[in-house]
Structure formats: structure tokens, C-alpha cells
């Protein structure tokens, strides 16, 4: 008499597609929630790293230097040596430039302060929405 055929109603299609929706949206919101975190350690990493690069440097040429010298902004710094040419420090708009060539970026404050042998270096970097700082005080050597 009456054949039922077989086959889903709309309603029941409809919230297939709602579920099927609402965990699309919750694996795109758990996808882009872990692309900022990689990016925001990627930066603060990338920070941590030049940082200690910087510092590694400056304290190799601190070793070897008699005397240093700063500007009165405190915006360069030169490093006397004995025998050999004096090395320039430049911080020019969020970079420092050793002896002309760029040797950190993302530098937010002027880093250098110094008094009688003694330098400090406070460097503060910024990038995105990372920050990183470190505060460094060298003195120079004694000549004998």
C-alpha cells in the first residue's frame, strides 16, 4: 500500500552540517592558535639568540681593548686597542652597526652607559609582540 522509501530527512542533513561545522571551526581555531605561538617563540628565540651573539662579541672586543670612549647620547661607542684600529659601536634606528656592518637588529633603547672602566650594556629588543631583555656590565682591562 504506502512505500516508505529510505534516505535522511532535512533536518536530520541539517545538523550533520552543523556538527561537521563546529569542528571545522574548533580544529581551525586550535590550528591558528598554535601558528601564533610558534611565531611569537620563534621571535623570542630569534631574540635570545642575537642577544647573546651581540654580547659575545662585544665582550671579545672588550677583552682586547685598553679604553673606551662614548658619545654624548651614548649612541656610539669606540673601543680603543692597543697595536690595531679602534672598533666603532653605532646604535642607529633599532640597529648597532659594528664598525659599519649591522650586527643586530630589533634594538629598541640606546644600550650603552659607561663610567671610569667601566661599560654597562642594556639591551632591550622588541619584536611583534616579543620583548627581550638583558643588562651586561664589562669593565675593562688593567694595563700592567
Known amino acids: ?7 535522511f530527512s532535512l533536518v536530520e542533513i541539517m545538523i550533520v552540517i552543523t556538527v561537521i561545522a563546529v569542528i ?9 592558535v598554535g601558528n601564533n605561538l610558534w611565531t611569537r617563540e620563534t621571535n623570542y628565540l630569534e631574540l635570545q639568540l642575537d642577544s647573546i651573539f651581540f654580547l659575545k662579541k662585544i665582550n671579545q672586543d672588550l677583552r682586547e681593548a685598553i679604553d673606551f670612549s662614548l658619545s654624548s647620547d651614548n649612541s656610539s661607542l669606540t673601543l680603543y686597542l692597543d697595536d690595531k684600529e679602534p672598533i666603532r659601536y653605532l646604535f642607529n634606528k633599532s640597529v648597532i652597526y659594528r664598525n659599519g656592518q649591522k650586527i643586530i637588529d630589533f634594538v629598541k633603547l640606546t644600550p650603552f652607559k659607561g663610567s671610569s672602566g667601566l661599560l654597562t650594556i642594556n639591551l632591550f629588543l622588541k619584536k611583534g609582540s616579543e620583548s627581550y631583555r638583558v643588562v651586561d656590565r664589562i669593565s675593562i682591562r688593567e694595563t700592567f
Open 24 to 32: 571545522l571551526s574548533l580544529l581551525y581555531n586550535l590550528q591558528l
Open 1 to 7: 500500500m504506502f512505500s516508505r522509501e529510505e534516505g
